[in-house]
C-alpha cells in the first residue's frame, strides 16, 4: 500500500449554551479528521478528539511516511512509532489508525468488520447519550424535557450524566425519572470522575435500587482507575469504564483487579478498530463484557460500529447480552451532516454499515467549509 498524499482538518462546534458533565462546562466540540490517499486515488478516512499536540502529531506522522519509502511495509508500526513520540500520541495513532483501516478494506473491497475477521451482528441497540448539564439550569429543569425527547426519537436506553450536584437531589429525581421511564426503558449512568469513594458507594446504591443498566466512570480514571475494585465489590449495579484506555498493557492492569464489569474502549483512543477490538476480546477472557465508547462525530461512531460488528457473544445462552452503541443526542453538526448519507436507524437501532471500509461516506464540501484549520500532506 502506497500512500501518495494526506489532508488533516480540525473542525470545532461552538455550544451554546455550554454543557457538559458533572465536572466542567465545554464550551466547543473538536476533532481531528485525517483523510489519507493512496496511489489509486482510494481514500480512507480517521477521527480523533482535538486534544494539545494531536494535529502536530498526527501531520508529522504522515509527513515522515510520506518521505520513507521503506516504513510503507510496516505503516501502522511506524505511526505508533513516530506518534507515541510527540505530544497526543495514542489519540494521534488512533486518527492514523482508523484512516488506515478505511483504507486498507476498501482496497480489498470489504468493510474493516469483514478484514478483521467477520461480523457476527448486521445491527445493534443505540443508546442515546445525554449531552450533560446545561450552564444556568438544575438537573430538575433538563432531565425530564431530555427523557420525552429520546422517548419521542425511538431510543429504548438514555445516560444521564450525573453528579454536578448533590447526592440528595439528584436522587431525588432519579426516582421521579424511572418512574416516568418506565420498567422497560434502559436507564444508565455516567458520573465523569464527579466522586468520592463514600460518595460513589451512596450514589451506587440508589442506582441499585433504581435498576440502572451501569454505573460510569464514577471516580477517577488516572493511576489506573484507583479503587474501582472496591467499588465493584460492593455494588451489584455493573461498573462500567475504560474509555481513556490506550494500551492492552494498561486494560490488562485493569482486568485483573478487576475494576470494571463492563469495558469501553473507544477505537479514536485506543488505537483504531483493531485495537478497541483487541481490548474487548481481552476482556472477554477475564468475563468482562464490552460496549465501546464512541466521540459522537460521525467517523467514530462508524468506527465503534465495525467493533460491535466484530464482538463475539458475551456467553452461550440463548439470548446472551448484547453491546449497545453510545449515541449522542446533543448538538453536533458533526454527527449526521458530516455524512452525505446518515446511519440507517429504526425504532432505536441501528443498521452496522457492510459497504467497503467503514462503510460512509464524507462530505467533503462540508468537511472544508466547516474546517478552522486545513493541512494539505505533501505528495510523493
Given at each position: 500500500?502506497?500512500?501518495?498524499?494526506?489532508?488533516?482538518?480540525?473542525?470545532?462546534?461552538?455550544?451554546?449554551?455550554?454543557?457538559?458533565?458533572?465536572?466542567?462546562?465545554?464550551?466547543?466540540?473538536?476533532?481531528?479528521?485525517?483523510?489519507?490517499?493512496?496511489?489509486?486515488?482510494?481514500?480512507?478516512?480517521?477521527?480523533?478528539?482535538?486534544?494539545?499536540?494531536?494535529?502536530?502529531?498526527?501531520?508529522?506522522?504522515?509527513?515522515?511516511?510520506?518521505?520513507?519509502?521503506?516504513?510503507?511495509?510496516?505503516?501502522?508500526?511506524?505511526?505508533?512509532?513516530?506518534?507515541?513520540?510527540?505530544?497526543?500520541?495514542?489519540?494521534?495513532?488512533?486518527?492514523?489508525?482508523?484512516?488506515?483501516?478505511?483504507?486498507?478494506?476498501?482496497?480489498?473491497?470489504?468493510?474493516?468488520?469483514?478484514?478483521?475477521?467477520?461480523?457476527?451482528?448486521?445491527?445493534?441497540?443505540?443508546?442515546?447519550?445525554?449531552?450533560?448539564?446545561?450552564?444556568?439550569?438544575?438537573?430538575?429543569?433538563?432531565?425530564?424535557?431530555?427523557?420525552?425527547?429520546?422517548?419521542?426519537?425511538?431510543?429504548?436506553?438514555?445516560?444521564?450524566?450525573?453528579?454536578?450536584?448533590?447526592?440528595?437531589?439528584?436522587?431525588?429525581?432519579?426516582?421521579?425519572?424511572?418512574?416516568?421511564?418506565?420498567?422497560?426503558?434502559?436507564?444508565?449512568?455516567?458520573?465523569?470522575?464527579?466522586?468520592?469513594?463514600?460518595?460513589?458507594?451512596?450514589?451506587?446504591?440508589?442506582?441499585?435500587?433504581?435498576?440502572?443498566?451501569?454505573?460510569?466512570?464514577?471516580?477517577?480514571?488516572?493511576?489506573?482507575?484507583?479503587?474501582?475494585?472496591?467499588?465493584?465489590?460492593?455494588?451489584?449495579v455493573p461498573i462500567a469504564g475504560g474509555e481513556a484506555l490506550m494500551t492492552g498493557t494498561r486494560a490488562r492492569q485493569l482486568f485483573e483487579k478487576r475494576g470494571v464489569d463492563i469495558v469501553?474502549?473507544?477505537?479514536?483512543?485506543?488505537?483504531?478498530?483493531?485495537?478497541?477490538?483487541?481490548?474487548?476480546?481481552?476482556?472477554?477472557?477475564?468475563?468482562?463484557?464490552?460496549?465501546?465508547?464512541?466521540?459522537?462525530?460521525?467517523?467514530?461512531?462508524?468506527?465503534?460500529?465495525?467493533?460491535?460488528?466484530?464482538?463475539?457473544?458475551?456467553?452461550?445462552?440463548?439470548?446472551?447480552?448484547?453491546?449497545?452503541?453510545?449515541?449522542?443526542?446533543?448538538?453536533?453538526?458533526?454527527?449526521?451532516?458530516?455524512?452525505?448519507?446518515?446511519?440507517?436507524?429504526?425504532?432505536?437501532?441501528?443498521?452496522?454499515?457492510?459497504?467497503?471500509?467503514?462503510?460512509?461516506?464524507?462530505?467533503?464540501?462540508?468537511?472544508?467549509?466547516?474546517?478552522?484549520?486545513?493541512?494539505?500532506?505533501?505528495?510523493?
Amino acid at each position: 500500500m502506497k500512500i501518495e498524499a494526506f489532508e488533516c482538518f480540525v473542525v470545532s462546534h461552538r455550544l451554546d449554551p455550554r454543557t457538559g458533565p458533572s465536572i466542567a462546562y465545554s464550551t466547543t466540540h473538536d476533532y481531528v479528521v485525517v483523510k489519507i490517499v493512496d496511489e489509486d486515488g482510494r481514500v480512507g478516512w480517521g477521527e480523533t478528539y482535538s486534544t494539545p499536540g494531536v494535529l502536530g502529531a498526527v501531520v508529522g506522522s504522515l509527513e515522515a511516511v510520506l518521505a520513507d519509502e521503506s516504513s510503507l511495509r510496516d505503516l501502522k508500526r511506524t505511526t505508533r512509532w513516530i506518534a507515541g513520540g510527540l505530544n497526543g500520541g495514542g489519540f494521534a495513532t488512533s486518527a492514523i489508525g482508523i484512516a488506515l483501516e478505511d483504507l486498507r478494506a476498501k482496497q480489498l473491497g470489504v468493510s474493516v468488520a469483514e478484514m478483521l475477521g467477520g461480523p457476527t451482528r448486521d445491527r445493534v441497540r443505540m443508546y442515546a447519550a445525554s449531552g450533560g448539564y446545561i450552564e444556568g439550569r438544575r438537573p430538575g429543569e433538563t432531565w425530564f424535557d431530555e427523557l420525552e425527547r429520546v422517548l419521542g426519537l425511538g431510543f429504548t436506553a438514555l445516560k444521564l450524566r450525573i453528579g454536578g450536584y448533590p447526592i440528595e437531589e439528584e436522587a431525588s429525581l432519579l426516582e421521579k425519572i424511572r418512574e416516568a421511564a418506565g420498567d422497560s426503558f434502559d436507564l444508565l449512568a455516567d458520573g465523569n470522575a464527579a466522586y468520592t469513594y463514600k460518595e460513589a458507594l451512596r450514589m451506587g446504591r440508589v442506582m441499585e435500587a433504581l435498576r440502572f443498566g451501569w454505573y460510569e466512570e464514577p471516580m477517577q480514571q488516572r493511576d489506573g482507575y484507583l479503587d474501582y475494585e472496591l467499588l465493584q465489590r460492593e455494588l451489584e449495579v455493573p461498573i462500567a469504564g475504560g474509555e481513556a484506555l490506550m494500551t492492552g498493557t494498561r486494560a490488562r492492569q485493569l482486568f485483573e483487579k478487576r475494576g470494571v464489569d463492563i469495558v469501553q474502549p473507544d477505537p479514536v483512543i485506543a488505537g483504531g478498530v483493531g485495537d478497541a477490538l483487541s481490548i474487548a476480546e481481552l476482556a472477554g477472557l477475564y468475563g468482562i463484557v464490552a460496549t465501546p465508547h464512541t466521540s459522537n462525530s460521525a467517523i467514530g461512531i462508524a468506527a465503534a460500529l465495525q467493533v460491535i460488528a466484530c464482538l463475539p457473544p458475551y456467553t452461550r445462552a440463548i439470548e446472551p447480552l448484547e453491546p449497545l452503541l453510545e449515541y449522542g443526542v446533543d448538538d453536533s453538526p458533526f454527527r449526521k451532516t458530516l455524512l452525505k448519507r446518515d446511519f440507517d436507524t429504526d425504532s432505536g437501532w441501528v443498521s452496522i454499515p457492510n459497504g467497503p471500509g467503514l462503510g460512509i461516506e464524507i462530505d467533503e464540501e462540508f468537511l472544508a467549509a466547516n474546517a478552522i484549520e486545513h493541512v494539505f500532506g505533501p505528495s510523493r
